[in-house]
């Protein structure tokens, strides 16, 4: 296989495992086994192993000789971390987009958050949960700050599983959207400070809830 091919496989693989992983495909401490893996996704055991290996710098994955790998799973007190790591980042994003944002993007913005208060009218509150994350990331885009955008993509990576807790938190789900409202409103006014203080205080409702969720590794 030419070298240009097997990266291009190795890639798939990638994110393939990837997504698996964020979305609970694959589950905390489940193992990974390469002959199974390249069966399922079919794709070479090569780059099911070059990708695994990947997946085990993001902190997706762990293994041990003899043991083979497994799907890491994340501590609360390791989610809480991540967190405040990425409220930092985050709350400087929000800076940034409401300085660059494009009125297409505010526009997007403001569809999601549309989406959202759609599918908490429906109960739907996973679905409100992944659309959360787009809004976030749409948000990192119009930073254009890409040493934030690089950083909070390697945290999320680590801490996405918490989200979906979260949201079972009595009353969490309409505050969300209130403060996702708010951060839209400084963006769409090009208010900096207020964004970066719009998204610091729903980061840290996010976090507050977190440390209500009770349980094993997320």
Known sequence: MPAA????????????????????????????????????????????RTALAKLEQDGLVESAPY??????????????????????LECLAAR?????????????????????????????????????????????EASRHQTAKRLIEALRAQGVRHQYRTVLVPGRSQRSLEEHARILEAVAARNEEGAERAMREHLEGVLAALRQVKGGPL
């Open 5 to 48: 091919d097997k990266t291009t496989e190795v890639q798939q693989a990638y994110h393939l495992l990837r997504e698996a992983i964020l979305t609970g495909e694959l589950l905390p401490g489940q193992r990974l086994v390469e002959k199974d893996l390249s069966e399922r996704f079919g794709l070479g055991r090569a780059a099911i």
């Open 96 to 140: 940034y987009a409401a300085r660059r944002a494009t009125p297409e993007e505010v526009a997007r913005l403001r569809e999601i958050l549309a989406e959202m208060r759609e599918r908490f009218a429906q109960g739907d509150l996973l679905g409100m949960s992944e659309l959360n994350a787009a809004f976030h990331r749409t948000l990192v």
């Open 67 to 88: 043991r083979g790998a497994w799907v890491r799973a994340i501590s609360e007190e390791e989610a809480v971390e991540v967190l405040e790591a990425r409220m930092a």
